[in-house]
Nanobody
Framework: QVQLVESGGGLVQAGGSLRLSCAAS????????MGWFRQAPGKEREFVAA????????NYADSVKGRFTISRDDAKNTVYLQMNVLKPEDTAVYYC????????????????????WGQGTQVTVSS
């Protein structure tokens, strides 16, 4: 079992930055690909970014490419999402997730592919 806890959300003005963290316990993350997803009110959960468990392969949704950066520190068992140039449409609950059944260099974008989820952290971007 893996327990994931997100933090770092909050209220920020458009153009600002936030860094989300996802701390894991129960098992080390060094054999999991990790992803960030988000869900806005009335919308389905959508993929934001993912990083492989080796080689550092990353993948981003088009809507955040160039503004968000996913990274991981396996020594700290933590995954990060640096969010810059935030827009009101980035407002959502952000979730991190762990994907066990994936190759060491690969990432996946489907929420159904992920095995463990955190409880989410709210990000609100005001205009």
């Amino acid at each position: 079992q893996v327990q994931l806890v997100e933090s770092g959300g909050g209220l920020v003005q458009a153009g600002g930055s936030l860094r989300l963290s996802c701390a894991a316990s129960g098992r080390t993350l060094n054999s999991y690909a990790m992803g960030w997803f988000r869900q806005a009110p009335g919308k389905e959960r959508e993929f934001v970014a993912a990083i492989s468990w080796r080689r550092g392969t990353t993948n981003y949704a088009d809507s955040v490419k160039g503004r968000f950066t996913i990274s991981r520190d396996d020594a700290k068992n933590t995954v990060y999402l640096q969010m810059n140039v935030l827009k009101p449409e980035d407002t959502a609950v952000y979730y991190c997730a762990a994907d066990l059944a994936v190759s060491w260099y690969a990432v996946r974008r489907g929420a159904h592919d992920y095995d463990y989820w955190g409880q989410g952290t709210q990000v609100t971007v005001s205009s």
